[in-house]
C-alpha cells in the first residue's frame, strides 16, 4: 500500500505500529524523501501480509490518526509449490488438469512450462501452484494426485523440509 | 569367536577375508556355499578356501551342508549372507531362527529374513540372551543402525529420509548432468555393473522400500511390510524433467521417507535442491536423522559393494565381541 504521511519526526513509526498491532507481516517499507516535494508530506511504500478482516481494522485506524491511504493493491497467493508432470499431459487434457485446480477457490495454477517431446513420447511439465497458506496448496496438491491417478500421470513432489 | 559363513559369494568372501585380516579373536570355522560346506572347529585356513572356492566353485564338500553347520557345535556367531528372497526370506530365515533358538548370535546382509519377520527374530533373540544384528541390510558401509541405536541413543527420532538405492541414484545423476535419456543411464549402469540385468528390483523403488521397512520395524517398533510402503520408482523419469528442476538449481532424487506422525511411509522421485546434504553424487547413498535433542544428522557413504557390505558386517560381529567382552 502506499501511505502518505506527515514529514515529522515519529510519523513513520505511528504508521507501522498499526500494522503489527493488527498481527500484519511487513515484508518491506519503501521511505524516499523527494527534495522537489513540499508541504510537508512524505509518500511511504509499505508491502506486507495481512488477512482481509485485519486490513479493515488497519484502515480506519490509519483514518482516525490522519494517514492517508493512497493505494492498496492486493496480491492473493502467496504460497507456491511447484511440481513436476510426467505423461500423457496433452492427450489427457491439460486446461482440464488446470481447471481443477483453478476451479477449487483456494488455489491456482500460476505457472506452467512443458517440454514438448518426440510425438507419443511422454511430457513434461512444471506446474506451479499458488494458494493463500499451506493447508490449501496441500489440499490442492491432493487434488492433483487424484488427476495424476486417473489420468496415469507421475507428479514429482518437493521433498519437504521441517 | 568363532564364525560360521553361510553365503560365499563375494559378500561372504569379502567378510572372511575382512575377519582374517582383522583378527580381532574372530575366527572363521564353516563355511557353506550354495553347493557345499566345511567345518573346522580350531579354525578353517580362509586362503586355501579362498583359492578352492575360485578354481572349483566350491567352497567345501558337498557332503557337508548348511544344516550340518547350523546344528553343530562349531560356530558361536553365523554370519548370514546368502542371497536375499525377499517374497519368504528363505531359507536364511529358517538357518537364522534355527541359530537364534540354539542360543548363537545372528549377523546378516539378508533384508528378506529382517524385512518380513524382525518382531520374531529380535523376541526370539532376546529370549535366548543373543544378538541379532543388521546393519549390512540398510546402505551398505553406512553405520545407520549403530547410529541410530547406539551414536545418538536416546534421541527421539521423528523423521528419516534419503537416498537409500545407489543403482537409482547413478541413473538420475547421469541423466541430470549429461542429458542422457533413462534408457541410456540404465545401460550406462548395467555396463558399470551397477544394475542387474533385471533392474526391476532397485528402479521401481522395491529395494529402497524394503530398507524403509527394515527400519520402521526396527527404529520405531512398527509392524510393517513391504505393502504399507507407497511405492514410485524412477523409470518413468525423463531428462526433460530433470532439466526444468536444474532451471531452478534443483534436481530429483529417489528419496525414500518415513514420518510416523505424519503416517508417511514413501519411496518417491522428489524434487531437491541441488544445494541440499542428500545430493550425492553416482551411487552414493545418504540418510538424514530427524532427532529432537541432536537435530538434523546426515549420514553420506558406500550403499553397496562386497568390502563395504563385509565393513558392516566386521562392524557388527566386533560389536558382539564387545558386549560379549571376547574381543582380544
Known amino acids: 500500500m502506499k501511505l502518505e504521511i506527515k514529514d515529522s519526526p515519529g510519523q513513520l513509526i505511528s504508521a507501522l505500529k498499526p500494522i503489527s498491532d493488527v498481527g500484519g507481516n511487513i515484508l518491506s517499507v519503501i521511505h524516499e524523501r523527494d527534495p522537489e516535494a513540499d508541504g510537508g508530506l512524505l509518500d511511504v511504500q509499505i508491502m506486507c501480509e495481512i488477512t482481509k478482516g485485519a486490513l479493515d481494522t488497519l484502515l480506519s485506524q490509519f483514518r482516525a490518526q490522519g494517514i492517508n ?59 506451479t501452484i499458488k494458494s493463500d497458506s499451506l493447508a490449501d496448496v496441500n489440499r490442492a496438491l491432493a487434488i492433483l494426485r487424484d488427476v495424476a491417478r486417473d489420468k496415469e500421470f507421475l507428479i514429482i513432489e518437493p521433498l519437504e523440509g521441517n | 569367536m568363532r564364525i560360521a559363513i553361510i553365503g560365499f559369494g563375494s559378500v561372504g568372501r569379502g567378510v572372511a577375508e575382512a575377519v582374517e585380516a582383522n583378527k580381532n579373536g574372530l575366527r572363521v570355522t564353516a563355511i557353506a556355499d550354495s553347493k557345499s560346506g566345511i567345518i573346522d572347529t580350531s579354525g578353517l585356513n580362509v586362503a586355501e578356501i579362498l583359492e578352492t572356492k575360485r578354481t572349483t566353485g566350491m567352497c567345501g564338500s558337498p557332503d557337508v551342508t548348511v544344516s550340518d553347520i547350523i546344528s553343530s557345535d562349531a560356530y558361536d556367531i553365523l554370519v548370514e549372507v546368502s542371497p536375499t528372497n525377499a517374497d519368504t526370506g528363505e531359507p536364511a530365515l529358517g538357518y537364522i531362527r534355527e541359530a537364534l533358538a540354539s542360543g548363537r548370535h545372528v549377523v546378516t546382509s539378508n533384508k528378506g529374513p529382517i524385512a518380513l519377520k524382525f518382531g520374531e527374530l529380535r523376541t526370539l533373540a532376546e529370549e535366548n540372551d543373543v544378538m541379532l544384528r543388521y546393519e549390512a541390510t540398510v546402505c551398505g558401509a553406512i553405520p545407520l543402525i549403530h547410529t541410530i541405536e547406539h ?70 517398533g512398527m509392524k510393517k511390510t513391504l505393502d504399507d510402503v507407497e511405492i514410485i520408482g524412477i523409470n518413468r523419469v525423463t531428462s526433460a524433467a530433470l532439466a526444468l528442476a536444474e532451471k531452478e538449481d534443483q534436481t530429483i532424487r529417489l528419496i525414500g521417507e518415513i514420518d510416523p506422525a505424519g503416517d508417511i511411509l514413501r519411496v518417491s522421485p522428489s524434487i531437491i535442491p541441488k544445494s541440499h546434504p542428500l545430493v550425492v553424487q553416482d551411487t552414493l547413498n545418504a540418510v538424514t536423522i530427524e532427532t529432537r535433542l541432536a537435530g538434523e544428522i546426515t549420514l553420506i557413504g558406500k550403499g553397496a559393494g562386497s568390502s563395504e557390505t563385509a565393513s558392516a558386517i566386521l562392524s557388527d560381529l566386533l560389536f558382539i565381541c564387545d558386549c560379549y567382552g571376547r574381543r582380544d
Not at chain 1, 493512497?70 to 481447471?99: A, K, M, N, Q
Not at chain 1, 517440454?115 to 511422454?122: F, L, R, S
Not at chain 2, 541413473?171 to 548395467?190: K, N, P, S, V, W
Open chain 1, 69 to 127: 491511504v493512497l493505494r492498496i493493491g492486493e496480491e492473493r497467493f502467496l504460497v507456491r509449490r511447484s511440481v513436476i508432470l510426467i505423461g500423457h499431459l496433452i492427450h489427457t487434457d491439460i486446461s482440464d488438469t488446470i481447471d481443477t485446480i483453478d476451479s477449487t477457490g483456494y488455489a491456482e495454477v500460476h505457472e506452467l512450462s512443458m517440454v514438448m517431446p518426440a510425438i507419443n513420447e511422454p511430457s513434461s511439465a512444471k506446474m
Open chain 2, 151 to 220: 551414536g545418538i541413543a536416546g534421541n527421539p527420532i521423528s523423521r528419516l529420509y534419503g537416498v537409500f538405492n545407489g543403482t537409482c541414484n547413478y541413473i538420475l545423476t547421469r541423466m541430470a548432468d549429461e542429458g542422457l535419456t533413462y534408457q541410456q543411464a540404465l545401460l550406462e549402469a548395467r555396463e558399470l555393473g551397477y544394475a542387474e540385468a533385471d533392474p526391476t528390483y532397485d528402479v521401481e523403488g522395491i529395494d529402497a522400500a524394503i530398507k524403509l521397512v527394515i527400519l520402521a520395524n526396527a527404529v520405531w
